[in-house]
């Protein structure tokens, strides 16, 4: 099982991105999906997560310019971000809860995303 990752990019601030990740591999079911970030010297934090189903749950520095969403029958999370500000520049990383078909449970990690936001 993998996790793969893309939409990162420099914008200037005040400016939106989207970021998308697809898990794809031996798959029963997937919970919990959401996304981290890591600035530099900084340590990760989570920005944003979404259950299978059911309300999401943003960190207060993200709300009302973050949307997580998911298409379960892609395996996929995505976080829409908008009025984006030079603090919020960081590798973002996504996450997801997944049972594979022999029915193990393991949290799985993207490789991450490169985040620039430029004043």
């Known amino acids: 099982v993998q996790l793969q990752a893309s939409g990162g990019g420099l914008v200037q601030a005040g400016g939106s991105l989207r970021l998308s990740c697809g898990a794809v591999?031996?798959?029963?079911?997937?919970?919990?999906m959401g996304w981290y970030r890591q600035a530099p010297g900084k340590q990760r934090e989570s920005v944003a997560s979404?259950?299978?189903?059911?309300?999401?749950n943003y960190a207060d520095f993200v709300k009302g310019r973050f949307t997580i969403s998911r298409d379960n029958a892609k395996n996929a999370v995505y976080l829409q971000m908008n009025s984006l500000k030079p603090e919020d520049s960081a590798v973002y990383y996504c996450?997801?809860?997944?049972?594979?078909?022999?029915?193990?449970?393991?949290?799985?990690w993207g490789l991450g995303t490169q985040v620039t936001v430029s004043s």
């Open positions: 996450k997801a809860d997944i049972i594979s078909r022999d029915f193990r449970q393991s949290a799985y």
């Open positions: 979404i259950p299978r189903s059911g309300s999401a």
């Open positions: 591999g031996s798959i029963y079911t997937i919970g919990d």
